[in-house]
């Protein structure tokens, strides 16, 4: 009688962007397709990877904390296995190891196409530190989604050249590399045949996808493509760099049906002056005139933005034309964010680092400032019927939940709302808003 071998259980824990969690799920496939058992609950599995982010200073810090406390299970289970891999492996590499010697194995982003080799080799008791090139990292592939079924990420190009000087991403990721736009449309096509009907485009820069193949932006054209999918419902796009948005994409997005009127525009400021030392392009007049643009070509657009406050030489006058800014363009959604000093990066040699407490405090009252646009924002579109994606049901409120058509997974804001008929996770439905309460708003299904 033959004896039925154990197999090892992996759990895989991903922290940072949605770059980030389509690493995992791609490692995730591997792992799964070489017969290991992926288990969700950490304190089961035989082997733990930590997939990190290492992009600012408390994506550092949660980093750490997940590892210590995965660590931690050593304490009862001494063989058990952690392993870290992602963005704080590859930017510290041999440092990790050292720092949090209880570690079975340190692996930078190339080492991710030879996960399941280096998961073996750990569960057989060696420790492994492996930093192959970084250009190696495999963005093709099989995926095993950790995302609800009816959504999923779609990354469209790795790495960035960009070089603002605020950013380790090229440092850790290494330049701009564009996917295949074949290796695209068929990833996509095979989740839209799993079930998927929203796909979120990811890369650092999307407006850039292309121009390392053809000299110049290939976005469009995919789009274009990705709408003549059959099944696919919601194109979302995140990260276009507002020098990279032209008439034609804005057309695009205006005249595609699937394409969602959505366009997250990371900005970082308005200042002409703190642009320039960021290695960003553009001024207060140039990006107010963008929007305007897009806000006239796209009625209805939700246009979302990033923004950096205290950076260093930043002025009183500087901080105070951010604030101006925020309050007459009025993003539909908004971050701030405070300065985070990056060691290896240019912006940490520039003068007038501020404090950190006046960084936060600069955040803060950015915050504070979109905070008051979301709520009239919401107060505007009671009576509105928006397109809604359904997420759940939430048996405490009795009402189920999504997201509208202005809200990207994991980012923006929820609605709860009710319905006279039964609903399924990943149906969109029109729902008419009825109350916005605390940034949320609450409506019923039409």
């Excluded at 290492?54 to 296995?81: C, H, R, V, W």
């Excluded at 939940?401 to 609605?415: H, N, Q, S």
């Amino acid at each position: 009688m033959k004896v039925k071998m154990m197999k090892y259980r992996i759990s895989v824990i991903s922290l940072g962007c949605p770059k980030n969690q389509v690493d995992a799920e791609i490692m995730l496939a591997k792992l799964k397709n070489a017969d290991f058992e992926i288990v969700e609950d950490p304190r089961y599995a035989d082997l733990i990877i930590v997939n990190t982010c290492g992009f600012i200073e408390s994506a550092k810090k949660e980093s750490i904390e997940n590892i210590l406390d995965m660590l931690s299970y050593k304490e009862d289970y001494p063989d058990k296995k952690v392993l870290v891999t992602g963005c704080l492996a590859e930017r510290y590499q041999t440092q990790v190891m050292e720092q949090m010697p209880e570690l079975d194995g340190v692996v930078g982003i190339g080492a991710n196409e030879n996960i399941v080799e280096i998961c073996n080799k750990i569960l057989k008791g060696d420790r492994c530190e492996l930093f192959p090139d970084k250009m190696s990292l495999c963005f093709d592939g099989g995926r095993e989604l950790t995302t609800p079924s009816y959504t999923a990420y779609l990354k469209i190009a790795e790495g960035c050249s960009n070089n603002c000087t605020y950013c380790a991403i090229p440092m850790i990721r290494g330049p701009f590399r564009s996917r295949q736009p074949e290796s695209i449309l068929e990833e996509a096509q095979k989740l839209v045949l799993s079930g998927v009907k929203e796909i979120t485009l990811v890369a650092q820069d999307t407006s850039r996808y292309g121009e390392d193949l053809y000299g110049k932006s290939a976005l469009v054209p995919l789009l274009k493509s990705l709408c003549k999918i059959e099944g696919l419902k919601w194109i979302r796009i995140l990260y276009l760099y507002p020098e990279r948005i032209d008439d034609l994409l804005i057309d695009t997005i205006a005249n595609e049906d699937k394409i969602l009127k959505y366009m997250d525009i990371p900005m970082q400021h308005c200042s002409a002056n703190v642009l320039k030392r960021m290695n960003r392009k553009g001024d207060r007049e140039s990006l107010t005139n963008l929007i305007a643009k897009i806000r006239e070509r796209i009625p209805g657009v939700t246009i979302r933005s990033t923004l950096i406050a205290g950076f260093p030489g930043e002025t009183e006058e500087e901080f105070n034309e951010l604030c101006e800014f925020i309050e007459e363009v009025k993003f539909e959604r908004m971050g701030c964010f405070a300065y985070s000093e990056e060691e290896g990066t240019a912006a940490t040699k520039l003068d007038g680092m501020l404090p950190e407490e006046e960084r936060v405090k600069r955040a803060d009252i950015i915050n504070d400032i979109q905070g008051q646009i979301l709520d009239d924002i919401n107060d505007s579109l009671i009576g509105e019927k928006i397109d809604t994606i359904v997420e759940g049901y939430d048996g405490y409120t009795d009402s189920y939940y999504g997201r509208t058509v202005m809200d990207a997974i994991d980012i923006d804001t929820t609605i709860y709302f009710t319905s006279e008929r039964e609903l399924d996770e990943g149906d969109i439905v029109k729902v008419e808003v009825i109350n916005a309460i605390d940034g949320e708003l609450t409506g019923e299904a039409k």
